[in-house]
């Protein structure tokens, strides 16, 4: 089957892209399940349950996060009942919703999902590693099928967790940076990789923030408003094949498709 993961979608600018550009994507490609990062998506910076429902009325099964997933305090309730919407799963324990979930693909098929939050040069959260591995152990009788997002500034960090879950998931999509890179690839023993799928949003600005204002920052160091780019719209993301006997990955494919 095939799972399409879309990169960090940011604002407005990002929801239209996945609103008018996820079905062609899905009936093209013939993805039957869908995951996207939406920690950016209200106004650039976290998410409410209203943002929330739109983009799953666009198309998502399931939305991960990550480091500003707490910016807008009326998420809390929502991410606390709601098992579509995910967090880091290695904040500590106590904190509100849930870091894995298995959600059901259009034809049945269960599909596990994990969120994991990165520490080099990120907030000191419990160990992403040895977390993983406790939510792999609650999800592997479930399903065969699981997708780790793997939220992390560090490309090191992301490449280490690759190897380290290698055969014990079926994909891992690095998030957080919204550059696209291209080193997809299927390791040793099965799990696809990626280092950052990329961003869903304006590319005419500065990882998703008007370029004038980011230029003043570097410029002065003073604190400068930021405010969403508006052009260049493009979605960026991955498509998994996965064998859902085996779990294993068939193939990785970067996308990049531009709004009209």
């Not at 000191?124 to 992390?152: G, Q, S």
């Not at 055969?167 to 390791?187: F, N, R, W, Y």
């Amino acid at each position: 089957m095939r799972i399409l993961f879309i990169g960090d979608i940011v604002g407005e600018p990002g929801r239209r892209a996945v609103e008018e550009l996820l079905p062609g994507i899905k009936k093209s490609s013939d993805v039957e399940f869908v995951i996207g990062n939406g920690e950016n998506v209200a106004g650039g910076s976290g998410i409410t349950p209203a943002l929330a429902d739109e983009l799953f009325e666009s198309g998502l099964d399931v939305m991960t996060s990550g480091d500003h997933i707490w910016k807008r305090k009326e998420i809390v309730d929502r991410i606390d009942s709601d098992r579509r919407i995910l967090r880091p799963a290695n904040y500590p324990s106590g904190t509100p919703g849930f870091g894995s979930t298995v959600v059901k693909s259009a034809s049945g098929t269960d599909i596990g999902v994990i969120n994991l939050q990165g520490r080099v040069f990120m907030q000191a959260l419990e160990c992403p590693f040895r977390v993983a591995k406790e939510e792999i152990e609650k999800l592997k009788n479930k399903t065969r099928i699981i997708i780790v997002d793997m939220h992390a500034e560090a490309t090191s960090e992301k490449i280490a967790m690759g190897w380290y879950l290698d055969g014990l998931v079926s994909a891992i999509a690095g998030t957080h940076t919204h550059v696209q890179t291209a080193d997809e690839k299927i390791l040793p023993g099965g799990t696809a990789f990626i280092a950052d799928v990329g961003m869903t949003g304006p590319f005419d600005g500065v990882i998703g923030r008007k370029k004038e204002q980011i230029l003043i920052r570097f410029l002065t160091q003073m604190p400068t408003k930021f405010e969403m780019a508006e052009g260049d719209i493009q979605l960026h993301g991955v498509i998994f094949d996965i064998d859902e006997k085996t779990g294993r990955a068939n193939s990785i494919k970067r996308i990049q498709k531009k709004l009209a």
